[in-house]
Antibody, heavy 116, light 107 residues
Framework: QVQLVQSGAEVKKPGASVKVSCKAS????????ISWVRQAPGQGLEWMGW????????NYAQKLQGRVTMTTDTSTTTAYLELGSLRSDDTAVYYC?????????WGQGTLVTVSS | EIVMTQSPATLSVSPGERATLSCRAS??????LAWYQQKPGQAPRLLIY???TRATGIPARFSGSGSGTEFTLTISSLQSEDFAVYYC?????????FGQGTKLEIK
């Protein structure tokens, strides 16, 4: 069965970086893209970007340009999200999602807390 | 970027009744529209893609309609497990964008 399993919760100080992983299994990894979506406490869903697991092409939300990097490792079928220069308003649950038409499988979410 | 606007923000409906949720796009997204259900503490769950195609395992009481800029999610007979927050999403253009959500609550 298709599964996306994310890394555990993180607590970071302002200005630091965080790297979240998303281990995919149960499907052909390179046949789908991976999108990253975040959700601040009590808020809605915010699209962060997308990466092709086939060739590594990316598309990022403009507001995150320069701070966000998405990568994949096809040998371990894992996608990664790295976000730098963290601020308090980056505190959120971060989700990865398999992408085709819509996002049909989601990871369980990773809580990233940014606090001094 | 395309702005997605959902209405109403909160919808109060009794179990067994029909619920109709709306989503409007600021420009045409053709049929590149998905609907998600999210319960507290859980990841979103894909209900509908392509504006009207139910995702795998989604009950037939969920249906989607519309194209262009106006879309509707209908739940024909509400079950207790359907009370949740619902989001629409367009994936026609980058950046993909979500509506702000409609909270479906028990009346």
């Amino acid at each position: 069965q298709v599964q996306l399993v994310q890394s555990g919760a993180e607590v970071k100080k302002p200005g630091a970086s965080v790297k979240v992983s998303c281990k995919a299994s149960g499907y052909s990894f390179t046949s789908y893209g991976i999108s990253w979506v975040r959700q601040a406490p009590g808020q809605g869903l915010e699209w962060m970007g997308w990466i092709s697991a086939y060739n590594g092409n990316t598309n990022y939300a403009q507001k995150l340009q320069g701070r966000v990097t998405m990568t994949t490792d096809t040998s371990t079928t894992t996608a990664y999200l790295e976000l730098g220069s963290l601020r308090s308003d980056d505190t959120a649950v971060y989700y990865c999602a398999r992408t085709y038409s819509g996002y049909d499988y989601w990871g369980q979410g990773t809580l990233v807390t940014v606090s001094s | 970027e395309i702005v997605m606007t959902q209405s109403p923000a909160t919808l109060s409906v009794s179990p067994g009744e029909r619920a109709t949720l709306s989503c409007r796009a600021s420009q045409s997204v053709s049929s590149n529209l998905a609907w998600y259900q999210q319960k507290p503490g859980q990841a979103p769950r894909l209900l509908i893609y392509g504006a009207s195609t139910r995702a795998t395992g989604i009950p037939a009481r969920f249906s989607g309609s519309g194209s262009g800029t106006e879309f509707t999610l209908t739940i024909s007979s509400l079950q207790s497990e359907d009370f949740a927050v619902y989001y629409c999403q367009q994936y026609k253009n980058w950046p993909s964008t979500f509506g702000q959500g409609t909270k479906l609550e028990i009346k």
